[in-house]
Every structure is written in structure tokens, then in C-alpha cells.
């Protein structure tokens, strides 16, 4: 048996028993080629079309701060970087986007921000509790960073549905390198099994191509990805912002990005997956290639047009256009393309 005989074997077996040891993970990330990613992804699409057909699912997102507590060495919205032009949304405004979104059809909401007590235990739960009494047909998904378990469970409480906490690494000498002190892999793991114990649907996952990642960190983010069995992953390249410390830093590929969407979906056969604004971002129809390589889910921005340009995670965030809540129109036809079609439901994860 060749080299590539071996390694569509490895693809077979992560989807046939979903699951590999570390050295197979790292043989398997190593050896990614043009053939290999084309294997891997047709596998990833007949996993897809298994247990969600062709349907994509839509999520309009709500960038409600800037704000961030937190000083993580890759983002752009780190506490340190004083050139950041900084917002919140009220309460009222974060409605209205709701509203708005509710009218074009959306029914799922991502409230994501910085790090921002500004918005207190009582104040998110005031503001889940009112979109879900106005749209009780909608899910509502938060993803406002670490809190306590109690904050967690206050959230659920007050009606939140879904999470989205991405672990980043789940190397502790690559976390280090990527975050400052006060920081730790052991509290996001931690917020992370809190979240499911209490009943949301859970979202990880990772950057590819992050400073200082090895293949080593790769393997050990697909192990601790398949042990925590995430309902969703989101995964894009890493793309540098000038104003942090990793302005120099290299971004992550397209190709790697679109073969880890298709490891995750064969390894989680029925994860929520998103082709993220980042790969849209390095890659022209990175929304389509994301979809052809296993990929289900699209979350279109429904921030306030005055504040888009201001929630900038990375250099060239994609944030008119396209990638507007408001041009679905756009995104029909491009999800179409490639063989997809646009699903208006809540699209909660299937057994
Ligand atoms: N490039 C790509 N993704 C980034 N994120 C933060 N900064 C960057 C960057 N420079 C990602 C992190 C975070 C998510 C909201 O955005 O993984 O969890």
C-alpha cells in the first residue's frame, strides 16, 4: 500500500470510529495534500448531507461590544490597543437588531462582544429574557467569554439556548504563548464543561495557523475537540491585527483551514459548523469552499451599520457587502452555487 493508500485509510477509520490516537492525528495533519484534502472532504460531505441534507444554516450576528477586560495577544480588540474606537449596544439597540433580523427572516441570534462587565449577570439575562418573550420561536446564543458557573446558569435561566467559547488551544504551553498570565487553558476547559452540564448547546474550537501552533497543537485540539463533543466548532485562520503584538505574524491558510473543517465534521458527524468571516476574509469564496468541505452553517452580521466597522477581531474583517445580514439575496445565490440551499429555521443541532 502507498503513502496516500495509508492515509485515506487514517480518513476512513476518524470516520468510521471517530476517533484517532495523537500520532495518527499528527500523520494525518502532516501529509495534508491537494489528494488528501479531496478524499477527506468528499467523506466530509456525504457525513453532512447525512444528518443535515443540503440545507445551511443561518445565524445573524450581533456584535454587541468592543469592550474587552481581556489583553489576548492576537485580537484586536485587546485591552491594550488604545487605537481600538470602542462601542456597546444598549439593550433597546440590541432589539432592534433582533427585530430587524426577525423581519428578514433570522431565527437565531449570536449576541457576541469583548470581555465587558458593563453587561452584568442581570443585564444579559434582561436582555435574553426580553428578545425571547418577543421571539419565542428564535434561539438565542451568547458568546460574551468566561464567567462563572453561577453566570452560566443564570444565562440558561433567563432562556439563552446556545454558547460559543472557543477553547483556542488545548496545549497549555500554547496558551501561554498566546494569552497573558491571568489567563488559563484550565478556566476556559473549565467554563466550557460547566456550559454543557447546563444544558446549552455548546460551541469550541480553534484558530489555524496561530502563532507558535505546531502540528503537535493541532493533534491535541482534535483530541480535546472529539472529549468534549461540542455541538458546534467554529474554526478560521489566525490573520494578524497591526495594532497587537502578532502584527507580524504570518496568517494561517485557507487549505489548512478547509481540511480541519473537514476532519471536524467526519470526527463529530453531526457538529454545527460555520464557514467563519475569517476564511471569507482570506479567501474570496471561502464561504462556498468552507460548505464543499463539510461545513453548514453561515452567520451573516446584523450589527448596527455605524458599529461594524469597529468590531475588527483582525486586519481586513469582511464586514459590507456579502457579509451583511441584510443581503441574504447574496448569500442565496452564492450557497446555491455550490449546490446548498439557504435554511430559515433555528437549526439546532440533530442527535
Ligand atoms: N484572527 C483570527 N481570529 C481571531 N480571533 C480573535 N483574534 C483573531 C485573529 N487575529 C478569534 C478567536 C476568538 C473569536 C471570537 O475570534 O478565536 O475566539
Known amino acids: 500500500m502507498n503513502n496516500l493508500e495509508k ?16 500520532d495518527e492525528w499528527i500523520l494525518l495533519i502532516e501529509s495534508q495534500s491537494p489528494e488528501l484534502m479531496e478524499f477527506a472532504s468528499e467523506h466530509a460531505r456525504d457525513v453532512r448531507e447525512a444528518h443535515y441534507g443540503k440545507d445551511v444554516y443561518v445565524r445573524g450576528l450581533i456584535e454587541i461590544s468592543n469592550y474587552c477586560k481581556n489583553d489576548c495577544y492576537y485580537c484586536g480588540i485587546r485591552k491594550s490597543n488604545l487605537n481600538a474606537h470602542r462601542y456597546r449596544l444598549s439593550k433597546e439597540t440590541i432589539l432592534d437588531c433582533c ?3 426577525h423581519e428578514l427572516g433570522y431565527r437565531t441570534f449570536v449576541m457576541q462582544g469583548g470581555e465587558d462587565m458593563h453587561y452584568s449577570d442581570d ?9 425571547k418573550a418577543e421571539f419565542p420561536d428564535s434561539a438565542v446564543t451568547l458568546s460574551i467569554g468566561e464567567r462563572s458557573r453561577e453566570s452560566y446558569a443564570k444565562f440558561k435561566e433567563a432562556g439563552a439556548d446556545r454558547y460559543l467559547l472557543r477553547h483556542e488551544t488545548a496545549c497549555e504551553a500554547h496558551y501561554r504563548r498566546l494569552h497573558p498570565d491571568e489567563l488559563t487553558l484550565a478556566n476556559r476547559k473549565r467554563c466550557l464543561y460547566d456550559l454543557k452540564e447546563l444544558g446549552f448547546q455548546v460551541g469550541a474550537g480553534f484558530m489555524v495557523g496561530a502563532p ?9 485540539d482534535m483530541i480535546f475537540l472529539k472529549e468534549l463533543s461540542p455541538h458546534m466548532v467554529g474554526i478560521g485562520p489566525f490573520i494578524p491585527h497591526h495594532d497587537t503584538p502578532f502584527k507580524d505574524m504570518p496568517a494561517g491558510r485557507a487549505e489548512q483551514t478547509l481540511y480541519f473543517l473537514s476532519l471536524t465534521r467526519l470526527m463529530l458527524p453531526s457538529v454545527l459548523l460555520p464557514a467563519t468571516t475569517a476564511l471569507g476574509t482570506i479567501s474570496d469564496n471561502g464561504r462556498e469552499l468552507g460548505m464543499l468541505a463539510g461545513a453548514n452553517v453561515v452567520m451573516p452580521n446584523l450589527s ?13 474583517k469582511l464586514c459590507t457587502g456579502d457579509e451583511t445580514a441584510q443581503n441574504l439575496a447574496n448569500l442565496k445565490k452564492r450557497m446555491e452555487s455550490v449546490g446548498f440551499n439557504l435554511s430559515m429555521t433555528r437549526g439546532d443541532w440533530k442527535e
Open 99 to 101: 427585530r430587524e433580523g
Open 212 to 220: 507558535y501552533q505546531t502540528v503537535d497543537n493541532l493533534a491535541e
Open 7 to 22: 492515509l485515506k485509510e487514517l480518513v476512513l477509520k476518524l470516520k468510521d470510529e471517530k476517533r484517532l490516537d495523537k
Open 304 to 316: 448596527p451599520a455605524e458599529v461594524r466597522g469597529d468590531y475588527l477581531l483582525y486586519d481586513n
Open 123 to 131: 443585564l444579559v439575562c434582561d436582555i435574553v429574557s426580553s428578545i
